[in-house]
Structure formats: structure tokens, C-alpha cells
């Protein structure tokens, strides 16, 4: 892969560090803790977009938010663009796309951009250039004046992607963006996707779909809180012995299955090393280079 | 302060845009103003009055009295009070004791009864004073008509005497008495005293105060018990709206994720907390101002003060509802959730803001009243509404107020940035 021509330095843009997340708490009648990231760590290079896959409820949306600074780690830790939550300088940096809408229906979409531009410290002739374009981008031009309540589903998703887009953020966060979108949009929207990080923007994309996987520079493969692979996707096509995404990560899915309850016979320390998989390893070795190299 | 202007922008933006709510948030206390304008502003209750045998002149001021009252037979009457056809029932206990005998289940119909009574009695009683008084007069002028004509006869017999004594030889008439010389020489006679002066049997020695006269320092007696509640319902109802709608749109927020998303922008809580402030204040100022306007000039609310001021005072108020709902709002997490907690943090606000009169309750409570905002701003609209209190006069009040702002506003910051930095 070749550098992108915005690259800084070589910090990575997201760097995830042993990261755990647990949910709900334990009381005397029921132990209701809930592991939802199990000691997951990756970096993301900048200038690459990286593909966060899994199915549903695996815990994408929470490594987003963790990313986002919008939860804190229970432990491990999460730096973007060199800083630690929450973010004091890089937040202008980061442009973020959350799984719901979150646009505001009783006004337009324009004023939309306006109010989340104004909010990014935008003002004027620039707000009013950055607002053409991304409108051009999403195709939502000539529906910039109606009102978001009157959007459909598929018209939401973009201007979703716009308000993220429309301060020219050296990160984007987005998670699951073409869901609802027709695949000529789709398609568009991910020609979009390669230009940016071919001018050097980081992307991380959640996705359950493997077609979309395989545009990206990196796929790390999320199952049940657990990182189970992390590469690109050529890289875990020739590991797996697949033709496509969506069999190598049922093979890698059982493969980590088996791996966890073979250690799990061997003790209590063996439980302790599967919960730092792959993708941990991948992590470690990582901090040289900005390319994950194969370390099996 | 860019980031504060664009979030109220943006609400107000949002308001606009929904015509609906826009025109609820100043038709909904409009209607419900005029309907209470209506209620309270009737006339005080006529009651119904089933009179048996009573004194003729009672009867009769009975009948002068804001009353409808019927003549019955004792049984008749009896039967009326059963069948909620009399309030009352008027006899006579013996010659002097009224008796009064009211069906009881409603406290004002029971008081229209007390009060139509007792100011039948106090006319009864002013009449029987002239009456008496009149009596007393003409006594009084038959008395000295009556000396003056003692006095005329005992100075003809006085003359009759004199001349007869003079005709006497005057042998005979050194035999009469010393005395009788004394008699005629003296012309004076006890008949000449003015009894009149002595007579001084006068009504107003007996009963002081026969009658009474009324002045306002506020007000006047026309004032209906609505004037008295209108000021209080101008403000519970901006106080209760505010807070409903600012609570929602933050619960609303939440709910479709835009809050998340706002998070995750440079803006800090404070600014977010200040935009609200701003834009929810902006539509109070806006629906404050109309409400008062119609209020005052369509629907008769009384004001004795400045208007500006009562403006101000609502504003105040609608604040110190904003920065409770955005302190709150976050153990909301649905809209009906924010219906219950104005129910816990609002309704007992109103109760204890003074529609309910306090001096009588525990002392308790009355602290707890002191400890409320709602207490002040509806003071502080009473003051200027129906005082006319000017500036000086609730600056207390309004201190106490911008006060509850600050603590509210501080205490939303403090938890919107612990909550910011855990949310789920």
C-alpha cells in the first residue's frame, strides 16, 4: 500500500489497546454482566479505511461509540489522531455517522447541515461551499430545501453521511452508512469512500455486508465481542483457503471456536490467552509499521 | 456563543417549522384563561332560600338581598331542602333566635346562604335603627309640643290669678300668703326648661355602627375571585408549558440519537445546556408576550402594574422552567416519562405557589413553599398585576428566581458532563 499524501506521522489515526467493554451490573439475584468487547485491539493507518465486519449484536456500534468517546472503556485503552477521550483537539477532526439518523425531521435538510457546520466552527461562504458539495456528493441537491421528515429512508442515510462529510474531517466514523441505499448509490458512495482516503482521510466503516468488506484496505472480522481477523481482505482470502469474504469468516468463526474451547480444556491461564486473540497478536505486531503484517 | 445562537436557532427553528405545537403552545392557555375568566369571574352564587314564618320587615330584607327566596310551609320547606330545591331553610327558633338550616355538602353555597342572611339581617337591623330613630323624634316633638302647651295654660292661670288678686281689697290681699306674692312676681317656671336637651334618648348611643362602607386600596368590588387567580395562571401555565416542551425536545434528542451525534461535535455541555436556555427563553418571551397581551386586553385580566414588568416576571419564571426541565429531563426517557415528572416536580410547585392560601397550613409547608421558584414568580405577578409593584418592589423576587436559574443551570452542567462522558 502506498502512503497517503496527507500523512502527518506515523501515529496511527485509532489505535485500540486491549480494549474491554462489559454492560449491565451484577446484583445479588442475578449476574446481569454482559462482555461486549472482549480484549479487542487494532490500529487504523491513517490514509486507509478499515472494515469493521460482523453480524449483528457482535459489538460494532459499541467499539464506534468507544472510538467516538461517547463510552469509556471498562479497560484497555482508545486513541484517535494521537489523544485520548475526550478529545479535546481531535474532535474537529472527526467526522461521524451514527447507525440511527440522528437528524433533526422538523427542518430542513439544509439547515440540517447548517446547524452541525455551525457546530464544527463553520461560518459563511465556507459553510455554504462545504454544504454544496456534499449535497452534490450524496446526490440530495435538488432536496436540500425540503424538510427531513419528508426524506425517505435511503435520502436520510445520505444526508446522515453529508452532515458527517461536511467539515472536511480527517477521520470519518461511520457506522453501517449504506444500509437502506440502492446500489447505485451504494456503489457511488464507496468510489466516494476511495477517494477520500486517497487523499489521505482515514475511514472506519462498519458493515455486515462482505461485498462491501472487500473494497476496503483492511477487514477486521468482529464476532461475538472478539476479534477473530484482521487484514486485508486478500490476505485472509489466502489464509482461509476461500473464494469469498462470507466463507472465510465462517471458517475463522469456527476456527475461533474450536481454538477457544480447546484452551478452555487446558485451564484457567489457556482461557486467559484466547481472550487475547488474533487480533491482540496482530496489534503487537503492528507497532512497527503502518501495514499489518501476517504474523501465523 | 456561536455554538449557544446556533442551538437556540436551531430550536426555534424547529418550532416554526411545526405549526402545530406553535399554535397549541398560545391557543391551548388562551382557551383555557378565558374558560377560567369565565368560571371564576361570575358573580358570587344567588342562593335559594325556603323562608317559614318569619317577621315581616326580616322578610322583606330578605327579599332586597341577591337571593331567591320562596315563603313555605314548614313541611313544604323541609321537603325543598331534601330534594335540592332550597339551599336553606329560614324559621323562626322562637320570637327573637333566627334558625338557619342549610343542606351543608357545598361550603360556598352554605357561605352565599350565611352571607344573603347576614346582611338581610344587618338591612333588617339599619331599618329597625331609623325606624326606632324616627319614633324616638316625633316623641321628642310631642313632648315639647306638648310642655309648650302646659306652659301657655299655666301662664293664663298665672295671668287669671294676677288679675284676680289684683281686683282684692287690700285688706284681703295682705291676708293672702307671702308664698303666692312670690309666685306671681317670679315668672319663671320649671315648664321652661328645655327638655328636649335633657331628653337625649338617641339610637346612635345604643348601637355604634349601624351601617358600613367599603374602600379598596387595590382593586375594587367588582373584583371577582378570578382577578385574584388570573396572574397565578398566567404563570403556573408558561411554567408548566416550558417545561414540557424543553423537557421533550431534550428527551426527544435523545431518542432519535441527534444527541449523540451533538456530542461527538467540539460543542461543549454548557454551550448546549446556554442554547436551550436561549431558544426555549426566546419562545417564552414570544408566548409570554402574546398570552398578555390577549389576556389583558381581551379577556379582561386585570393590570395594575407595567406590563414590561409582568413580561419580565413571566420570563424569569419560564428560565427557571427550562433549566429544571434540562436538570431533570435526563431521568426522562421517553416522552411520557416527562409527563410524570412534571407530575413529581411540577404539580406540587403549583399546589404550594399560593392558588391555595397557606396562612392556615403547617408550618412545614410553608417553609417548603419558600423553598420553591414557582412561590416567588407567582408573587411577583400578583405584586405587579393586581399591586401595581414596580420594579423595586420585586427585585427580591426576581433575584430569588435568577438565582434558581444559576442553580438549576450549574447543577444541569455538572451532570450532563458526567452523563456525556458515560452515556449508553
Known amino acids: 500500500m502506498k502512503d497517503g499524501p496527507a500523512t502527518r506521522d506515523n501515529t496511527p489515526a485509532i489505535e485500540l489497546v486491549d480494549v474491554v467493554q462489559r454492560f449491565g451490573r451484577k446484583t445479588p439475584l442475578a449476574d446481569m454482566r454482559q462482555t461486549v468487547l472482549d480484549h479487542v485491539g487494532f490500529n487504523v493507518a491513517p490514509g486507509t479505511i478499515l472494515c469493521l465486519l460482523g453480524p449483528s449484536g457482535c459489538g460494532k456500534t459499541t467499539l464506534v461509540n468507544l472510538v467516538m468517546g461517547i463510552m469509556l472503556p471498562a479497560s484497555g485503552s482508545v486513541r484517535v489522531l494521537g489523544e485520548a477521550a475526550p478529545y479535546p483537539k481531535a474532535r474537529r477532526r472527526i467526522g461521524f455517522m451514527p447507525q440511527d439518523e440522528a437528524l433533526y425531521n422538523d427542518i430542513t435538510a439544509e439547515d440540517n447541515l447548517r446547524f452541525f457546520g455551525t457546530l464544527y466552527g463553520m461560518k459563511g461562504t465556507a459553510l455554504a461551499q462545504a454544504t454544496d458539495e456534499v449535497f452534490a456528493f450524496t446526490r440530495l441537491a435538488k432536496d436540500r430545501k425540503k424538510m427531513v421528515s419528508h426524506y425517505s429512508g435511503g435520502m436520510k442515510r445520505r444526508l446522515s453521511l453529508a452532515v458527517a462529510l461536511l467539515h472536511s474531517p480527517d477521520l470519518l466514523v461511520l457506522d453501517e452508512p449504506t444500509v437502506g441505499l440502492d446500489p447505485e448509490h451504494r456503489i457511488h458512495i464507496w468510489e466516494g469512500f476511495r477517494e477520500l482516503a486517497g487523499r489521505g482521510k482515514t475511514l472506519l466503516v462498519t458493515t455486515h455486508i462482505m461485498d462491501e468488506a472487500q473494497r476496503c484496505d483492511t477487514v477486521a472480522m468482529l464476532r461475538a465481542g472478539k476479534l477473530i481477523a484482521e487484514g486485508s481482505p486478500a490476505e485472509l482470502l489466502k489464509r482461509t483457503g476461500t473464494s469469498d469474504l462470507e466463507s472465510a469468516f465462517m471458517r475463522l468463526g469456527e476456527n475461533a471456536e474450536e481454538s477457544a474451547e480447546g484452551r478452555k480444556?487446558?485451564?484457567?491461564?489457556?482461557?486467559?490467552?484466547?481472550?487475547?486473540?488474533e487480533g491482540a497478536k496482530a496489534n503487537r505486531a503492528r507497532g512497527a509499521g503502518r501495514k499489518g503484517a501476517e504474523n501465523d | 456563543m456561536t455554538n449557544i445562537l446556533a442551538i437556540a436557532r436551531r430550536i426555534l427553528l424547529q418550532f416554526a417549522h411545526d405549526k402545530r405545537t406553535l399554535a397549541l403552545l398560545f391557543i391551548g392557555p388562551l382557551i383555557v384563561l378565558w374558560l377560567l375568566s369565565v368560571l371564576l369571574g361570575a358573580g358570587a352564587y344567588s342562593p335559594r332560600l325556603a323562608t317559614v314564618g318569619l317577621p315581616a320587615g326580616f322578610q322583606a330584607a330578605l327579599e332586597q338581598q341577591d337571593a331567591r327566596v320562596f315563603l313555605a310551609g314548614v313541611a313544604e320547606a323541609e321537603a325543598m331542602l331534601r330534594d335540592d330545591e332550597a339551599d336553606a331553610v329560614l324559621s323562626m327558633h322562637d320570637s327573637t333566635t333566627l334558625d338557619i338550616w342549610v343542606?351543608?355538602?357545598?361550603?360556598?353555597?352554605?357561605?352565599?346562604?350565611?352571607?344573603?342572611?347576614?346582611?338581610?339581617?344587618?338591612?333588617?337591623?339599619?331599618?329597625?335603627?331609623?325606624?326606632?330613630?324616627?319614633?324616638?323624634?316625633?316623641?321628642?316633638?310631642?313632648?315639647?309640643?306638648?310642655?309648650?302647651?302646659a306652659k301657655a295654660r299655666q301662664e293664663d292661670m298665672r295671668a287669671v290669678l294676677e288679675s284676680v288678686t289684683l281686683t282684692l281689697p287690700d285688706a284681703a290681699r295682705a291676708q293672702l300668703p307671702p308664698e303666692l306674692a312670690e309666685l306671681l312676681e317670679d315668672g319663671s317656671s320649671p315648664l321652661d326648661a328645655d327638655l328636649s336637651d335633657m331628653f337625649t334618648l338617641d339610637i346612635t348611643d345604643f348601637m355604634p355602627v349601624q351601617d358600613v362602607e367599603v374602600s379598596y386600596l387595590h382593586g375594587n368590588e367588582d373584583w371577582k375571585m378570578f382577578d385574584f387567580y388570573g396572574p397565578v395562571f398566567i404563570g403556573v401555565f408558561l411554567f408548566v408549558f416550558v417545561f414540557l416542551t424543553s423537557g421533550m425536545s431534550l428527551v426527544n434528542e435523545r431518542g432519535a440519537g441527534t444527541m449523540t451525534r451533538f456530542l461527538t461535535t467540539p460543542v461543549k455541555p454548557a454551550q448546549v445546556l446556554g442554547g436551550y436556555t436561549l431558544g426555549f427563553g426566546f419562545l417564552a418571551l414570544l408566548q409570554s408576550s402574546i398570552i398578555l397581551w390577549?389576556?389583558?386586553?381581551?379577556?379582561?385580566?386585570?393590570?395594575?402594574?407595567?406590563?414590561?414588568?409582568?413580561?419580565?416576571?413571566?420570563?424569569?419564571?419560564?428560565?427557571?422552567?427550562?433549566?429544571?426541565?434540562?436538570?431533570?429531563?435526563?431521568?426522562?426517557?421517553?416522552?411520557?416519562?416527562?409527563?410524570?415528572?412534571?407530575?413529581?416536580?411540577?404539580?406540587?410547585?403549583?399546589?404550594?405557589?399560593?392558588?391555595?392560601?397557606?396562612?392556615?397550613?403547617?408550618?412545614?409547608?410553608?417553609?417548603?413553599?419558600?423553598?420553591?421558584?414557582?412561590?416567588?414568580?407567582?408573587?411577583?405577578?400578583?405584586?405587579?398585576?393586581?399591586?401595581?409593584?414596580?420594579?423595586?418592589?420585586?427585585?427580591?423576587?426576581?433575584?430569588?428566581?435568577?438565582?434558581?436559574?444559576?442553580?438549576?443551570?450549574?447543577?444541569?452542567?455538572?451532570?450532563?458532563?458526567k452523563k456525556s462522558a458515560r452515556r449508553i
Open chain 1, 265 to 277: 480444556g487446558a485451564g484457567a491461564d489457556g482461557a486467559k490467552d484466547a481472550g487475547e486473540s
Open chain 2, 103 to 149: 343542606e351543608g355538602t357545598d361550603s360556598t353555597k352554605t357561605a352565599a346562604v350565611m352571607s344573603a342572611v347576614s346582611s338581610a339581617l344587618s338591612d333588617a337591623r339599619k331599618a329597625a335603627a331609623d325606624d326606632m330613630g324616627a319614633t324616638i323624634d316625633q316623641k321628642r316633638d310631642e313632648l315639647t309640643e306638648r310642655q309648650a302647651e
Open chain 2, 294 to 417: 390577549v389576556a389583558i386586553t381581551f379577556i379582561g385580566f386585570p393590570n395594575e402594574g407595567e406590563v414590561w414588568l409582568v413580561v419580565l416576571t413571566a420570563v424569569s419564571l419560564a428560565l427557571v422552567s427550562v433549566t429544571l426541565g434540562l436538570l431533570i429531563s435526563g431521568l426522562a426517557s421517553n416522552a411520557f416519562q416527562v409527563i410524570q415528572l412534571m407530575l413529581l416536580f411540577v404539580v406540587p410547585q403549583i399546589l404550594l405557589s399560593g392558588i391555595f392560601g397557606l396562612s392556615s397550613s403547617p408550618q412545614w409547608l410553608q417553609v417548603l413553599s419558600k423553598c420553591l421558584p414557582l412561590t416567588y414568580g407567582v408573587d411577583a405577578l400578583r405584586a405587579v398585576m393586581l399591586r401595581g409593584a414596580g420594579l423595586m418592589d420585586i427585585c427580591m423576587n426576581l433575584t430569588v428566581l435568577w438565582g434558581f436559574i444559576a442553580l438549576f443551570f450549574v447543577l444541569a452542567a455538572l451532570k450532563f458532563r
